[in-house]
């Protein structure tokens, strides 16, 4: 009876490994099913500093997010968000969860914002903007009576200018652009909204622009 369950441990354990490594074809799975550690190979990471997410570009080119567990120091499988980008995402904790960001195969900047640290859904071209790198993007805490804010910079696609953009709320957009052979001295002012609902920014000629938020 030893001899017996033995080999039946042995056989079971053969099954198991030739299932992960693709040999026996393994059940069908959910939409979501967390993905295999190697899904990340040739892409870098970004993390919120408090833990909160991770998010990575897939073998397949699309975004992948991991919501963290702070408290437990673990973090959870990844799953594809299906958005497919050029280079890799980044993100950001607001005060209603994870945003993300990335270049889409149209050299234009992509967002979504996850609920509750949740898997992001629905993402949405940032209008106005044609990039050529990938993103950086900081979450910049209340001042005042000032709420957060979201700020990104990326490489423009035409002149290679560094832009700084602020995702007021999905589907607006303010943009400013920095000279791309002057270096920074100091981080440019916050936008401040005029009455009439625009944003008042300055194009890389100093001349004064806006940009719409309705």
């Known amino acids: ?42 892409s870098t990471p970004a993390a919120d500093p408090n833990g909160r997410f991770i998010v990575n570009r897939g073998q397949d080119g699309a975004i992948l997010y991991s919501r963290g567990n702070p408290t437990a120091n673990t973090y959870d499988p990844f799953v594809s968000t299906g958005m497919v980008v050029l280079g890799d995402p980044t993100g950001v904790l607001t005060p209603d969860g994870a945003q993300v960001f990335g270049r889409d195969i149209f050299n234009r900047p992509v967002t979504a914002l996850g609920a509750a640290f949740d898997t992001p859904s629905g993402f949405e071209v940032i209008p106005g903007l044609l990039i050529s790198s990938e993103i950086a993007a900081v979450q910049i805490p209340p001042r005042g009576s000032q709420p957060p804010q979201t700020r990104i910079f990326a490489r423009g696609l035409e002149d290679g200018a560094v832009t700084v953009a602020r995702p007021v709320r999905p589907g607006s957009v303010a943009t400013s652009t920095c000279a791309a052979s002057a270096p920074a001295t100091r981080s440019p002012p916050a936008p401040r909204r005029s009455p009439a609902g625009r944003w008042p920014t300055r194009s890389s000629s100093g001349a004064p622009t806006t940009v719409s938020t309705a």
């Open 1 to 42: 009876m030893l001899k017996l369950g033995r080999a039946l441990g042995y056989a079971l354990t053969g099954v198991t490994a030739a299932t992960v490594i693709g040999i026996v074809p393994s059940p069908a799975v959910a939409a979501a099913a967390p993905l295999p550690p190697d899904v990340t190979a040739l």
